[in-house]
């Protein structure tokens, strides 16, 4: 069984965002469910972040919660295969030609495009809350 200092080591990813509502930062731990705090500064949101998972760490271990791995990049090796219906492959090979660029290029280009759409219909419905 790992120790509070093992997991402290693991590479847990950290999320930082300005609050445009309350002022200050927002620092989350994606893969540490619930696991955020808040402070007014840039330098005080590390500190409190730090301290944040520490006593996440804690209270899951001592009342046995699962505590989650960290995802790493080695994990998504940047490829992945899709099937797709015959028409939509030709539409978006079109649209690519049509933009001078690869489909690779042109598919990246949506995905992205969609993918940041849901982060800012995620934080407005946050934030709403």
């Keep these: 069984m790992k120790t509070i200092e093992d997991y402290l080591k693991l590479p847990y990813r950290l999320e930082i965002i300005k609050d445009p509502y309350e002022g200050g930062y927002v620092a989350s731990f994606p893969e540490l469910p619930g696991c955020l705090t808040t402070s007014?500064?840039?330098e005080g949101i590390i500190d409190n972040a730090e301290d944040a998972k520490r006593e996440w760490l804690l209270a899951s271990i001592e009342i046995g919660n699962p505590i989650p791995?960290?995802?790493t990049e080695q994990q998504y090796s940047g490829q992945?295969?899709?099937r797709m219906?015959?028409?939509l492959h030709r539409s978006l090979a079109m649209h690519a030609k049509r933009e001078h660029i690869s489909l690779n290029q042109?598919?990246?280009y949506l995905l992205t495009k969609y993918d940041a759409y849901e982060d800012r219909k995620d934080l407005k419905s946050n934030s709403a809350t």
């Design 69 to 71: 791995e960290p995802e």
């Design 40 to 42: 007014e500064t840039l």
């Design 85 to 87: 219906p015959k028409s």
């Design 106 to 108: 042109y598919c990246i």
């Design 80 to 82: 992945y295969r899709l």
